[in-house]
């Protein structure tokens, strides 16, 4: 559905940083997890599911590795803290991936419906955060990069605890930039579009004609196509890095531009 236009890897831009990624198992998370093993770190993938299980299994040269974890459980999460430190005594950064979305009318929503989103899409960066802290400060330019989403910036219909969450998620980077700056510790967002992930994918096949729904959501882009995991790893690792070592509290819009084109009415589309 889209093609990986990655900027080139494996310049070392990672080498000797220690990098956590939650829900690094599958999707954005594993593309993440992918690109910092390919600059040379060395990659905790935190995740409810052990990567081997869900086709994406691990190397055993030494680069990466999996420590259960449930973002939404503060033991868990401490649990997580305690393993990184002993087998690695620090974190340099910290992805705040772990998410999900349910597709529902607010009349459907039960409270339990929405408590797990919001457990999952903004406790669980909270948590990490607060647990992790101890291990990044005094390290050489820390980093947090937290996965938003456009729907944190616009609503698609049905996604109200996902929308709530994800607007919660761009607050929560902004306060944090704030209060971990004069610590050394830098905090952004990064909000990716429609990107080519087995969700999205599943979720295009399920169209009578899967043909011109790919060709449609391609034309909501200036670029003229979808994003790419990759797309949003790249950035990521940028902002981890020193070259984005001024910058902090932003949400960088990661969807081909999709966010900045206003809309029309088909029967004047054409037209412009």
Same mark, same amino acid.
């Given at each position: ?23 690094? $198992? ?18 905790? +993938? ?15 040269? %030494? ?20 393993? $990184? ?7 340099? +950064?910290?992805? #705040? ?23 999952? #899409?903004?406790?669980? /960066? ?19 990069? #937290? ?9 698609? $219909? ?19 930039? +704030?209060?971990?700056?004069?610590? %050394?510790?830098?905090?952004? @967002? ?17 169209? /009578? ?12 882009? /200036?670029?003229?196509?979808? %994003?790419?995991?990759?797309?949003? $790893? ?9 070259? @984005? ?5 932003? +949400? ?13 009415? @088909? ?6």
């Amino acid at each position: 559905m889209s093609a990986d236009r990655s900027p080139e890897a494996g310049l070392g831009r990672a080498t000797g940083r220690v990098v956590v990624v939650t829900g690094g $198992a599958r999707g954005i998370g594993r593309a993440i997890v992918d690109r910092f093993v390919a600059e040379g770190a060395t990659v905790i +993938v935190g995740d409810l599911n052990d990567p081997e299980t869900v086709g994406a299994g691990l190397d055993v040269t %030494g680069h990466r590795e999996w420590i259960p974890l449930d973002v939404t459980d503060e033991v868990s999460v401490l649990e997580f803290a305690k393993s $990184a430190h002993a087998g690695h005594g620090g974190v340099d +950064v910290l992805v #705040n991936n772990a998410g999900v979305m349910a597709n529902r009318s607010v009349a459907d929503e039960t409270v339990a419906d929405w408590d797990l989103t919001m457990a999952v #899409n903004l406790r669980g /960066p909270f948590l990490m955060v607060k647990h992790l802290l101890p291990l990044m400060e005094g390290r050489d330019d820390p980093a947090i990069v #937290n996965i938003g989403s456009i729907e944190g910036l616009g609503a698609n $219909a049905r996604h109200a605890s996902y929308v709530a969450s994800k607007a919660g998620v761009h607050g929560l980077t902004r306060a944090l930039a +704030v209060d971990l700056g004069p610590v %050394g510790i830098r905090c952004n @967002a990064v909000a990716p579009g429609w990107v080519d992930t087995d969700l999205n994918r599943a979720y295009v096949d399920k169209h /009578p004609d899967r043909d011109r729904a790919v060709a449609e959501l391609a034309s909501l882009h /200036p670029v003229g196509r979808i %994003g790419n995991p990759t797309d949003v $790893a790249a950035t990521v690792l940028w902002l981890s890095t020193p070259d @984005a070592s001024f910058v902090t509290g932003q +949400v960088l819009t990661v969807d081909g531009g999709r966010m900045s084109r206003l809309s029309l009415p @088909a029967s004047l589309a054409d037209d412009v």
